[in-house]
């Protein structure tokens, strides 16, 4: 989840990326699972810090985790695009609310792996509320919903 979004963004040599980074991990594979409303506060108390330090500098902050998928049981390959693009929607125009639907939600809707999603408003949360969607792209190619979406705070 981190590694290769940093290398798709970066250019990544024997000395390292030309970045500073510090990933942050959050847990979607034990239970019990933070919730999406607590993923969103930990990334509102996130931006809280990078505020509070005296220098004025210019941060990245990824959500990685696949969107809709499965990859066990009798819903082996499933995917619901109209649930992921409902997602970016709900990411872009209201993260209160998307914090708010629960695992099971997102397991009926989009697959038991999806939970993953939890990660994206960790993400969403140490944005500005009035951060500005540049970019926004789905593609769904096999076994896994995958998008990007791209805001400017």
């Given amino acids: 989840g981190f590694l290769v979004p940093m290398n798709l963004c970066f250019p990544h040599s024997t000395n390292g990326w030309p970045v500073r980074a510090i990933p942050l ?4 594979i034990q239970h019990p699972l933070p919730t999406g409303q ?28 696949g969107m809709s998928h499965q990859l066990q049981g009798k819903r082996f390959g499933f995917m619901n695009e109209k ?3 409902w997602f970016l929607d709900q990411l872009e125009a209201d993260p209160e609310r998307l914090a708010r639907i629960t695992h099971q939600e997102i397991m009926e809707q989009a697959g038991a792996e999806a939970v993953e999603l939890i990660m994206w408003l960790t993400m ?3 944005l500005s509320p009035q951060a ?22």
């Fill in 124 to 126: 969403r949360g140490a």
């Fill in 25 to 28: 991990a959050v847990n979607v």
């Fill in 132 to 153: 500005r969607r540049v970019h926004r792209n789905y593609y769904a190619p096999m076994t896994t919903g995958m998008g990007l979406i791209t805001f400017e705070a």
């Fill in 38 to 65: 607590r993923c969103y506060r930990l990334g509102q108390a996130l931006r809280a810090a990078v505020e509070s330090f005296p220098e004025d500098s210019k941060i990245v902050v990824m959500g990685t985790g």
């Fill in 83 to 85: 649930f992921d693009q």
